[in-house]
C-alpha cells in the first residue's frame, strides 16, 4: 500500500471532466471483498482509491489485500487528504442512513448497498438530500445488472409473452454460516425482508415496469432466525396492472434452486437459478409444451451496476437503480413485514419522485 495522496479535493466538475470517477467504499464488509472492489477495478472509467474502516487494521488489511492504495478511519479524515468523486456504502444496514447523509453533504455521489434504510422516513429523506445535493443515489440492486434480468425484462417489455398475468420469484438458499450473524440476530436490522424481500420486490418492479400496490404476507423463524429475527417469508402482492406476483425468499434452504417466472397470454417465462452474486441460471421460453432456451451472455452483475453508476456520473444516465428504487423497494417490503406481522393485507405507498423504468 502507497502513502495517502496528498492531492486536495477539487471541485466534482472538473473532477468529472477528467473521465473517471474516483471511488472509496465505506465499509470493510464482505461483499465489498467478494464482489464489489473488484467491480470497481474492472471498470475502465471508474478508479478505486480508498477504503474507510472504523477500524484501522481491518481497513489496512482489507487494502492490502485488494490493491487499494488508501485507507482511512473516517469518510472526514480521507477527504482531508484525498480527492474522491463516489462512496460504496457497504456498511451494516443501520448504518446506511448516516454514512449517505455524510457523503452527500461532501458533495459526493453515492451507491448504496440494500436496503436503502431502516425505516421509510430515513430512505426518503436519503433520497432527497442526495437530489437537494445535486449527486447521484443509486441502490445496489445488483439483479438489475444480471444478464439474465434484462433479457427476461426485454422479453416482456417488447411483448414476447403478450400480457403479464402472474409472476414468481424465489429467492430461497442457506445463508454461509459466517454471515449468520447481525443478519440472524439482530432484530433492528437484521431478517429476511431487510435481506432479501428487497431484492425479490425490485427483481419484479425492474422486469416487469410495474409497481406493487398491495401485499399479504407471512413470515416465520424456521432454523436460524434468532430473537424473533425471521428466515423465511411468503407473500402475494397485486400489481398496478391487475398482475398477482408470488415471492418467497428464505435463508435455510440449502437444496432449492432460485427462480423468476412470468407468465402471460402469449407464453411464460422460466428463468432458472438466476437469483445470485455470481452471474448464473438460464432463461426460457415456453408456448404450449414447446420450451425454447434464450441465449444469454453472462456478465458481472456488480461490474454492470458500477458501469452504470459512472455513466450517471459522468454523463447523467440514469443508474441501473436509483435511489428512489431503493425506497420504493423498501416501501413494498416494509408492508410485508407489517402485513406478517399484523396478519392483514396492507397498501404499498407510492411516491412522487418514483419513476417508472423506462420501456425502452
Ligand atoms: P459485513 O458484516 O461483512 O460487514 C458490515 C460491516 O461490519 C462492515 O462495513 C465493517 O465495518 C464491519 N465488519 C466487517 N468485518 C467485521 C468483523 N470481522 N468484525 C466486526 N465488524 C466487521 O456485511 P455484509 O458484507 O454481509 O453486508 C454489508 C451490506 O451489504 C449490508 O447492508 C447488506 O445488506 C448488503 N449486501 C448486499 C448484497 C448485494 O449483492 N447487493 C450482498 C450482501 C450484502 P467497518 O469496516 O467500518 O468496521
Known amino acids: 500500500m502507497t502513502e495517502a495522496s496528498k492531492v486536495m479535493p477539487t471541485a466534482s466538475r ?58 482511512a478511519t473516517s469518510l472526514k ?109 439482530d432484530k433492528t436490522q ?26 399479504m404476507s407471512m413470515k416465520a423463524s424456521s432454523l436460524i432466525g434468532e430473537n424473533g429475527v425471521e428466515d423465511q417469508v411468503q407473500s402475494i402482492v397485486n400489481f398496478a396492472s391487475g398482475l398477482i406476483a408470488y415471492m418467497h425468499e428464505g435463508q435455510v434452504f440449502a437444496h432449492h434452486e432460485t427462480a423468476l417466472e412470468i407468465h402471460g397470454t402469449e407464453g411464460s417465462i422460466y428463468g432458472r437459478g438466476i437469483l445470485d452474486e455470481a452471474p448464473s441460471g438460464r432463461v426460457y421460453v415456453r408456448r404450449g409444451t414447446e420450451m425454447t432456451e434464450i441465449p444469454v451472455e453472462p456478465a458481472n452483475l456488480y461490474a454492470t451496476t458500477i458501469a452504470r453508476f459512472n455513466a450517471a456520473v459522468l454523463h447523467g444516465d440514469r443508474p441501473a437503480a436509483t435511489g428512489w428504487d431503493g425506497v420504493a423497494s423498501l416501501a413494498t417490503a416494509l408492508a410485508v413485514r407489517r402485513s406478517a406481522q399484523e396478519g392483514v393485507r396492507v397498501s404499498v405507498p407510492r411516491f412522487e419522485k418514483n419513476p417508472p423504468v423506462p420501456v425502452a
Not at 467478494?34 to 477500524?55: C, F, G, H, N, T
Not at 462512496?87 to 448504496?112: F, K
Not at 411483448?159 to 440476530?185: F, S
Request: hydrophobic share 45%; aromatic share 6%; net charge neutral.
Open 190 to 215: 437484521g431478517g429476511v425482508i431487510y435481506d432479501l424481500t428487497v431484492h425479490n420486490v425490485d427483481v419484479l418492479r425492474f422486469v416487469l415496469a410495474d409497481e406493487p400496490v398491495e401485499v
Open 14 to 71: 472538473a473532477r468529472r471532466d477528467a473521465g473517471k470517477v474516483r471511488w472509496a467504499i465505506v465499509g470493510a464488509s464482505q461483499i465489498a471483498r467478494s464482489w464489489v472492489a473488484k467491480a470497481i477495478q474492472s471498470v475502465p472509467d471508474a478508479e478505486l482509491v480508498a477504503v474507510v474502516s472504523r477500524s484501522a487494521d481491518r481497513g489496512r488489511a482489507f487494502a492490502d489485500d485488494l490493491g487499494i492504495p488508501v485507507s
Open 77 to 185: 479524515s480521507l477527504l482531508a487528504e484525498t480527492a474522491i468523486d463516489a462512496v460504496y456504502v457497504s456498511t451494516n444496514n443501520d448504518r446506511h442512513r448516516d454514512d449517505t447523509l455524510e457523503a452527500a453533504a461532501a458533495g459526493l455521489h453515492v451507491l448504496c448497498e440494500k436496503p436503502l434504510g431502516l425505516t421509510l422516513y430515513d430512505a426518503v429523506e436519503m433520497a432527497r438530500t442526495c437530489d437537494r445535493a445535486g449527486v447521484v443515489l443509486a441502490t445496489n440492486h445488483h439483479m438489475r445488472g444480471a444478464a439474465t434480468h434484462r433479457a427476461i425484462r426485454d422479453l416482456v417489455l417488447t411483448g414476447q409473452i403478450g400480457r403479464p398475468l402472474a409472476a414468481r420469484v424465489m429467492y430461497c438458499e442457506y445463508l454461509p454460516k459466517e454471515l449468520q450473524t447481525w443478519r440472524t440476530k
